[in-house]
């Protein structure tokens, strides 16, 4: 079964513009969750989507952003890049939601310059 | 709120040492716990979990146990070897709050030399 793919694996942006990451979880399962990790802050959820619907959002501004499809594939968007969104955005999928064990993707690497 | 604190890295062992990780956490709820592993340039794979009270989770010789009246779910391998270099991150999940959200602790690196 293939395993959680993430599309691109790097990105170099210039501040002020925006992107868009995209996830394509394990076949079958319904939940994408997404993770940003950088070296100062760690790992941060950012969101949780089962069955198209956001179920939970972490502590981030309204500048990030995602949405699920009816095939369970999921996008995250980053409007008005900062440089301090340079992170590697993970994406996690699990077959549903409440403490499921998840399974991550390799993750995009954005730099913002 | 949740919270995981993990020992600070780096760990440094040669191979064959036995090996702990030390993960305590605080939570609201009635946690899953997670052990996750990082190598250089990938995303995080699942090492093992466990989603009650002694419960002991175990995977590739690496063991940790659920210890409800410590709060303690400590990594363990008898004889550590070079390949398993890399950073290692305990987790949680709140299953009854907070659908499949993860909180993380800081992660330890680990160093094995031959």
């Known amino acids: 079964k293939a395993g959680v793919t993430q599309t691109p694996r790097y990105l170099i942006k210039t501040r002020g513009q925006q992107v868009t990451l995209s996830c394509s979880p394990i076949s079958g399962h319904r939940s994408v969750s997404w993770y940003q990790q950088t070296p100062g802050q760690g790992l941060q959820f950012l969101f949780e989507?089962?069955?198209?619907?956001?179920?939970n959002k972490g502590n981030f501004p309204g500048r990030f952003s995602g949405r699920q499809f009816s095939n369970s594939r999921s996008e995250m968007n980053v409007s008005t890049l900062e440089l301090g969104d340079s992170a590697l955005y993970l994406c996690a999928s699990s077959l549903a939601t409440g403490g499921y064990e998840q399974y991550f993707g390799p993750g995009t690497r954005l730099t913002v310059t | 709120g949740n919270s995981v604190t993990q020992m600070e890295g780096p760990v440094t062992l040669s191979e064959e040492a036995f090996l702990t990780i030390n993960c305590t956490y605080t939570?609201?709820?009635?946690?899953?716990l997670f052990w996750y592993v990082q190598y250089p340039g990938e995303g995080l794979q699942l090492l093992l979990k466990a989603t009650k009270a002694d419960d002991k989770g175990s995977n590739k010789g690496f063991e940790a146990t659920y210890r409800k009246e410590t709060t303690s779910f400590h990594l363990e391998k008898g004889s550590v070897q070079v390949s398993d270099s890399a950073v290692y991150f305990c987790a949680l999940s709140d299953r009854n709050n907070a659908g499949n959200m993860l909180t993380f602790g800081g992660g330890t690196r680990l160093m094995v030399k031959p």
């Open positions: 989507y089962f069955s198209e619907t956001q179920r």
């Open positions: 939570a609201t709820g009635y946690p899953s």
